[in-house]
């Protein structure tokens, strides 16, 4: 069992050799529940009247409405910035932009997207764990080399790091299983250098492990295993030297024997190529296969799954904070306080722990007008009250007015100057 156990650990994977990535975050911000299952069951709570039900309700398309309103304005200007070179356009007319401007465009785009990141909860990989993974030995059946060269830069963000039980099985019947980590989505923003086009590659790929993050990397060389290409080698080498071996023993051999030989060496020499390009086909299927099951989007898909995300994260937050200010209302909630409260409520009512982003949740509340912040004058901690259901109701819908109203005068302005 002990030469078994080396003989594994020789030719399939070591597990020291693999990227330590304990220091990075592990703390999963992301909700990923349906909004319309927190809602469901925050208006179970028998705490609530019926009255009070009702304005949730309403309360929650009010808060979709506006994200969707504030989203859909980035959404716009992301669409904008990408237009000039978005390779996936199918529009048969396009401007001759300037340099100047494309310049300008992929500027906008690559700081909002950062920030659009950042709302979906989405962490950089830092250059020194990226460059760590990407150089670390793949144990699969892949060997790949990540080329930078074309690269003007490449980021890597990841959202959700877990650490699982692969089971990697290869060469007949030696299989071994071992831990490592795995990011539920990586989104990969690069940019080609100027002499390449300037061109901005944008991904989203889920359930990626971090020996398998090489596949998401735009520039890459696939090569054999060294398993492989010994067996190839040996094969072809083996096929020739038996060639030369007979030939120097059949030289009083009739031309016929020597045609034979020539045609034996001949099939073993197709059966090395043959050998050689199937190898290649399986690395090229594996490859395929990754990229299939585990992109989800590019370029502006891409930006658009971002969008839509960020979005109902955002909902998802403002409801969650306002809902648990509003249910303890009698209490005095500090922000540490509220935080530990969503949590536990989360895990409540689905079963796993979630890292409740509370101060960004308390900063959508404030920018809606929805929340007051009291600091005591003996000094200790600020606490939060929202304010009534009711009011909430009508302060949003002020908000919508106001927007509606501004852009109803430009329009009106814009009228009277044409006319």
């Not at 030696?174 to 100027?194: D, G, M, N, P, W």
């Amino acid at each position: 069992m002990k030469i078994y156990d080396r003989l594994v650990k020789l030719l399939l994977v070591d597990e020291t050799q693999l990227p330590d990535l304990t220091s990075l975050s592990d703390a999963e911000h992301f909700i990923p529940v349906y909004f319309e299952d927190i809602l469901e069951n925050a208006l179970m709570d028998e705490r609530l009247t019926d009255a009070e039900r009702k304005d949730f309700q309403t309360l929650a398309e009010m808060f979709a409405e506006h994200y969707h309103l504030d989203y859909h304005e980035i959404f716009m200007k992301l669409k904008s910035a990408f237009a000039p070179f978005d390779p996936d356009a199918e529009v048969q007319y396009k401007k001759n932009y300037s340099e100047e401007f494309k310049e300008s465009c992929r500027q906008n785009l690559l700081e909002s997207l950062q920030e659009l990141l950042t709302a979906c909860n989405y962490c950089e990989l830092p250059d020194d764990k990226r460059n760590e993974i990407l150089e670390a030995p793949y144990p699969g059946v892949l060997s790949i080399a990540v080329d930078m060269e074309k690269l003007d830069f490449f980021r890597i963000f990841y959202r959700g790091l877990v650490k699982k039980d692969f089971t990697i099985k290869k060469y007949f019947l030696l299989k071994k299983t071992y831990k490592s980590h795995e990011f539920k989505r990586i989104f990969v923003l690069a940019r080609y250098k100027q002499e390449y086009g300037s061109q901005i590659i944008t991904k989203v790929f889920r359930d990626v492990s971090a020996e398998n993050l090489k596949v998401v990397v735009p520039e890459v060389r696939l090569r054999l295993p060294i398993f492989d290409q010994v067996k190839v080698g040996l094969s072809f080498s083996g096929a020739l030297g038996s060639f030369v071996l007979k030939l120097l023993l059949a030289a009083a051999m009739s031309v016929f024997a020597l045609c034979i030989m020539l045609f034996t060496f001949l099939m073993a020499f197709i059966r090395s190529v043959t050998g050689f390009f199937t190898s290649r086909m399986k690395c090229l299927k594996t490859y395929s296969e990754s990229l299939y099951h585990q992109s989800l989007a590019g370029n502006m898909g891409a930006v658009n799954l971002l969008v839509e995300q960020a979005e109902t994260q955002e909902v998802k937050e403002a409801f969650l904070a306002y809902y648990m200010l509003y249910l303890l209302r009698d209490e005095t909630l500090t922000e540490k306080r509220l935080d530990e409260h969503v949590e536990a409520w989360l895990e409540k009512n689905f079963g796993f722990y979630i890292d409740f982003e509370v101060d960004d949740a308390l900063r959508k509340l404030v920018e809606k007008n929805l929340v007051k912040k009291f600091t005591p004058d003996d000094g200790s901690e600020p606490y939060y009250k929202v304010y009534d259901l009711p009011s909430a109701l009508r302060r949003l819908d002020e908000i919508w007015d106001n927007y509606h109203m501004e852009n109803n005068e430009g329009q009106a302005s814009d009228d009277a100057l044409a006319s």
